[in-house]
């Protein structure tokens, strides 16, 4: 092979950018010299280019390929050596551009495509999805598709245009659907700090959609949470702040329950034993605890001993009491009893106007009537008209004068709870016999409980548990006892709610177990309630704890008492004196970070910030989500 | 070599780099995909210089080797910012899969054609003969004609065909055009065994002066051969472009419209 045979006069100078190649080379022959033109036809028909010099044509073939040929160009100036033409091929260079060129069409033959497609008939084959949708987005956006939560989804190219130029919060769109119980921007939901501020979140700093079947949330690193919060630490077990005094119990129970004196006293006590529980466990359901561990009902765990106490304590609503005089017109008596008219009857009654008047009851008026007719409950000569009226108005009336009284003190009706199952006939008889100065002999003794009068008494006895006359009289004794503007009357309605609530005395013994607390309302006084249910916790919105967890790793039966730690010194009962729920001793000991650490350390158990802390404040959904807008079944009028 | 690790250190200073303020992103509950992604854009934008470096000459005049050196480690760069940037292997839905599809394309036929560039000049080198790919036509055509040639003065010489029999049968077909494709990519000798054979066949039937014939018929084959092998390697090296550049495209067409959505309907 001659190596120099490349040399510059030897050799054209080969030009790898031309588009086209020799055809007679692509076919392995010797490809001409002087190559295809730039519009791709054959440049080597001729073997050289004549040239016009004096009105003679002239040969122009090069040295190096034999110089002018011997038979020189034509009259018209062709060359007289002519070759077929070949058929010059794309060089690489253009089949790698077309390639390109053909690349960029795909891509937008793809996406015009695309767009081209009912969305939501062929979504799968959107070149605008990045991915598909978690299962339960995927179900509320079925109808509108994208647009549920792209706002330029479908509005076109000016849609798009605007969309560049306009700032899109997707957030904004999730609140549509999801609420929370505070505002969806703010850190945690909540204006948590208003002396300094703090940046506003977006949804989608820890939701991304577009995953998958199963949505993909941001799990929270403590280096996340220290970007906002103040007090700065590792982990649970490097700098995590100390637990507080009073954690985890912050408020107090809404059920006085003394653990102490019953573990300690009670359920030592040969009489109870029997009754007692083995362990925590039977009392609390631990099945799916999750921060709290609720206590089983009041039938399942306290009835066996205090069920029979209900009933023993009766409501008194009127009594008889000792009257100074009688200022009973007889004749209206008469005729509202249906008695004989006094002039046929002096003898047989054996009494006259003339005779001093000897009051058959020595009692004082009960504390219901007192505060209901506003007298007090001790001075004959201050209630002997309002109550005797109340007498006569009883005979004539029935329940009506008190169910009257009763509203008279309420802003709404209440009379018709209070006084429910009241026979009214057995009141008239009873105010007929008290009329006449006599005691009421009813036709039978009570058996079933409930209303009855009894010789000197209109009574209650509840029935059992969850007893909804005796509940309600307990709720009207402590929302008089807050409304009353005059003292007296104030004195009188705080003497009856004291009975009332009474653990002793008052009716059912209600308040033995269920606390009363002074909530705070929107007017800025402090109304009465009493927590007849047992209390979610609702305080710590963002503190998490399963208990199930714990206690199935710990084992069912003795794990309480490894955290719980019964305190017999704390004066748990004392809370309750007062209606203040913030002020009270728990029956247990606090709870120390360092016992959670015991476990939850480095290289041990997990101490993200998540596993204890939850992120968002009360979240949940719009009602449109929640209803159902067209039910498939409608239940009939 | 070492200008190779001064751009391979710098590349993953500068993944380094954006991996941290990724993080520190996250950990402001910021999104870390916008500087990932606008990192790896940057290294796409790169890396599509080097296909427009020669019509920008007059701004970029680095060598050519360095030029390669340096889309070499930036598409390294751009692949595990790609990583960085979508989080996982495989992305969900059909956009975002065909970019994938289309980014690994171009990446796999990167990297097939950096280990080309580095095994098969070496390779070339050790044959012993350079030629330009776009004159190796005309170099078969001559060797074919010299071989032709060759042909003709033995007969009239030895009054023998004897080898021009031999060259119709045998080794008329080995010079038409480059013969021993997959062979010769792979480094094979099976050309050179076969020239061998042809040669050794008929060596035993000719007499001395067709032997002197036939010993210069093999020296234009063994030329033949080497120009073969120069051929397919070399188109080979020029071969995986196609795949690479529309591939390339295609991926900077899909980036195009990645940033479209991502402006419509994300910002």
């Known amino acids: 092979m001659d190596e120099n045979k490349f040399n510059h006069d030897q050799t054209d100078y080969e030009r790898p950018n031309f588009p086209f190649r020799c055809g007679r080379a692509a076919l392995w022959q010797t490809p001409c010299h002087k190559g295809p033109n730039l519009d791709g036809t054959c440049g080597g028909t001729q073997e050289c280019d004549p040239f016009l010099k004096n009105d003679r044509w002239e040969c122009r073939r090069e040295n190096r390929f034999g110089g002018p040929c011997a038979e020189g160009p034509g009259p018209r100036g062709e060359c007289s050596i002519q070759r077929p033409p070949c058929a010059p091929r794309k060089a690489l260079r253009v089949i790698r551009g077309r390639l390109a060129l053909l690349a960029i069409g795909c891509v937008l033959a793809l996406v015009g495509f695309s767009l081209g497609l009912n969305p939501n008939a062929a979504s799968f084959a959107s070149l605008l999805d990045p991915g598909p949708l978690s299962k339960s987005h995927k179900k509320f956006t079925e109808k509108e598709g994208c647009s549920a939560c792209h706002a330029a989804y479908g509005k076109g190219p000016v849609g798009w245009i605007k969309a560049v130029f306009t700032k899109t919060d997707i957030s904004d769109r999730c609140l549509n659907c999801h609420m929370f119980g505070g505002p969806g921007s703010k850190a945690h939901n909540n204006n948590l700090h208003t002396d300094r501020e703090i940046q506003n979140t977006e949804c989608i700093m820890c939701h991304r959609e577009h995953s998958g079947q199963s949505m993909l949330t941001r799990v929270l690193t403590s280096q996340q949470c220290n970007y906002c919060h103040k007090e700065k630490f590792e982990s649970f077990s490097k700098g995590h702040p100390e637990f507080s005094e009073k954690y985890p119990s912050f408020s107090r129970n809404t059920i006085k329950f003394d653990h102490s004196s019953h573990l300690n006293k009670h359920f030592d006590n040969p009489k109870f034993s029997e009754k007692a529980p083995q362990s925590c466990i039977n009392c609390h359901i631990v099945t799916l605890a999750d921060r709290e561990v609720r206590p089983g009902t009041f039938e399942a765990i306290c009835a066996d001993c205090h069920d029979s106490q209900i009933n023993k304590k009766e409501l008194v609503l009127l009594r008889l009491p000792e009257f100074s005089q009688n200022l009973i017109d007889p004749s209206s008596l008469a005729r509202a009893c249906n008695f004989p008219e006094k002039g046929q009857s002096d003898e047989e009654e054996g009494q006259s106007d003339e005779e001093e008047f000897q009051s058959v009851s020595t009692d004082q008026a009960a504390l219901v009537s007192a505060f209901l007719l506003n007298v007090p409950e001790n001075d004959p000569e201050a209630y002997n008209q309002p109550l005797q009226n109340l007498i006569l108005s009883m005979a004539k009336e029935g329940t009506t004068p008190l169910a009257r009284l009763i509203d008279g003190h309420t802003p709404k009706p209440i009379a018709k709870k209070l006084l429910a199952g009241l026979n009214p006939e057995v009141l008239k008889q009873a105010a007929c016999s008290w009329g006449l100065n006599l005691e009421y002999e009813p036709p039978t003794a009570e058996k079933y409980g409930g209303w009855y009068a009894d010789m000197l008494e209109v009574r209650y006895k509840p029935s059992g548990h969850r007893d909804l006359v005796a509940k309600s009289w307990v709720e009207y004794a402590l929302a008089v006892s807050t409304a009353q503007d005059d003292e007296e009357k104030f004195a009188r309605a705080i003497a009856m709610r004291d009975q009332l609530l009474s653990a002793k005395e008052g009716i059912g013994g209600c308040i033995k177990c269920h606390a009363v607390t002074a909530v705070r309302s929107s007017k800025g006084n402090h109304p009465l309630q009493v927590e007849w249910g047992y209390g979610k916790v609702s305080n710590r919105p963002y503190v998490h704890y399963s208990h199930s967890i714990h206690i199935e790793i710990l084992g069912r039966k003795s794990s309480c008492p490894n955290c719980h730690v019964l305190d017999s010194q704390a004066d748990y009962m004392s809370s309750f004196k007062t209606f203040d729920s913030s002020k009270w001793v728990s029956n247990f000991e606090s709870i120390k970070r360092q016992m959670c650490g015991q476990c939850h350390a480095e290289k041990e158990i997990n101490q993200d910030c998540q596993l204890c802390h939850v992120y968002h404040f009360k979240p949940s959904f719009k009602k449109e989500m929640v209803f159902v807008k067209n039910p498939i079944y409608k239940i009939p009028q | ?267």
């Open chain 2, 1 to 267: 070599m070492t200008k190779a690790w001064g751009y391979i250190i710098t590349a993953f200073i500068f993944f380094l780099l954006i991996w941290i303020w990724t993080l520190q992103i996250n950990n402001v509950l910021g999104y870390s995909a916008f500087i990932s992604g606008g990192a790896l854009l940057v290294t796409i934008a790169f890396l599509s210089l080097f296909n427009v470096r020669k019509r920008l000459s007059f701004l970029l005049s680095a060598p050519v080797h360095q030029w390669f050196l340096l889309h070499a480690v930036g598409g390294f760069l751009a692949l595990f910012l790609f990583w960085l940037h979508t989080g996982v292997f495989w992305p969900q839905g059909l956009y975002t899969q065909i970019l994938a599809v289309l980014f690994y394309g171009a990446t796999l036929s990167g990297i097939l054609g950096l280990i080309m560039e580095k095994i098969y000049p070496n390779f070339l080198t050790r044959i012993g003969l350079e030629c330009i790919y776009e004159r190796i036509p005309q170099e078969i055509a001559d060797l074919r004609n010299k071989a032709e040639c060759l042909i003709l003065e033995c007969t009239k010489e030895t009054d023998s065909d004897t080898l021009a029999q031999h060259y119709l049968e045998t080794l008329r077909w080995f010079f038409q055009r480059p013969r021993f494709f997959i062979n010769h990519i792979f480094g094979g000798q099976n050309a050179q065994h076969w020239v061998r054979q042809q040669c050794y066949i008929s060596e035993r039937f000719l007499n001395e002066k067709e032997r002197g014939y036939l010993d210069q018929l093999f020296i234009l084959a063994d030329t033949k051969r080497k120009i073969d092998c120069h051929y397919f390697v070399q188109t080979l090296l020029k071969g995986w472009l196609l795949v690479h550049v529309p591939l390339a495209v295609a991926v900077l067409a899909m980036v195009f419209w990645h940033l479209i959505v991502i402006q419509v309907f994300f910002l």
